[in-house]
């Protein structure tokens, strides 16, 4: 495996399940994120782990919790969702403290909320 | 905070003709711009860069310009070729900063064969 890989790739969930998306980085960065990608939107940044150390993001709704056991895995777990969250949600490493921390995107989970 | 705004939204034009893809950012704090390259079912991909320092940068054939004092910054495609066919986001970020990339909404562009 190479890159960022993401799982799954579709999720289709009712508004009361509880669900999981996994990220993981294969390129040895000490940054992850979650971007939520809506149509006709600019990418929305939702947390970013560098060092494994949580950057705040207070816009998010609480139903989104992320995990990161550790710098190659990042998790996003989902819980009591509405059907506006149906987006692709995007999961990106970089490498802080090199000159321009390029993002490195995975293929994205397409999430349906119904 | 940075805001960044994007025009076109939609773009088609005809094979090995130009496409310009226009970028205007708020921050004057800004001082790094990135474009990534969406190919349908695929992740974001950095395709070119800029620092407030150039005022152009080439690669091949794509190319950005910069106008630090206007804040406008443009991707420029030329002999556009079917597989150009992307949405193409530009940014902007304060180079340093690692979590504080501001995108712009995106442009479709559709090459036709």
């Known amino acids: 495996e190479t890159g960022v890989t993401q799982t799954p790739r579709h999720l289709v969930m009712g508004m009361t399940n509880k669900k999981s998306l996994k990220c993981e980085q294969h390129?040895?960065?000490?940054?992850m994120y979650w971007y939520k990608q809506s149509a006709k939107k600019p990418l929305e940044l939702m947390f970013v782990y560098n060092f494994k150390e949580q950057t705040e993001n207070n816009s998010v709704p609480s139903r989104f919790s992320p995990e990161c056991p550790n710098s190659s895995h990042l998790f996003l777990h989902l819980h009591t969702l509405q059907p506006e969250d149906s987006a692709l949600y995007l999961c990106?490493?970089?490498?802080?403290?090199?000159?321009?921390?390029?993002?490195?995107f995975g293929e994205g989970s397409r999430l349906t909320v119904l | 905070g940075e805001n960044v705004e994007q025009h076109p939204s939609t773009l088609s034009v005809q094979e090995g003709d130009s496409a310009v893809i226009k970028c205007t950012y708020s921050?004057?704090?800004?001082?790094?711009f990135p474009w990534y390259k969406q190919e349908l079912g695929k992740g974001p991909q950095l395709i070119i860069d800029?620092?407030?320092?150039?005022g152009e940068k080439k690669d091949q054939r794509i190319a950005v310009t910069l106008n630090k004092t206007a804040k406008h910054f443009s991707l420029h495609i030329t002999e556009t070729q079917p597989e150009d066919s992307a949405v193409y986001f530009c940014a902007a970020k304060e180079e340093t900063s690692y979590d504080k990339v501001i995108f712009g909404p995106g442009t479709s562009l559709s090459v036709i064969p």
């Open positions: 390129l040895g960065h000490n940054a």
């Open positions: 990106a490493s970089s490498q802080v403290g090199q000159s321009t921390g390029e993002l490195f």
């Open positions: 800029i620092r407030s320092n150039v």
């Open positions: 921050d004057s704090a800004s001082n790094y």
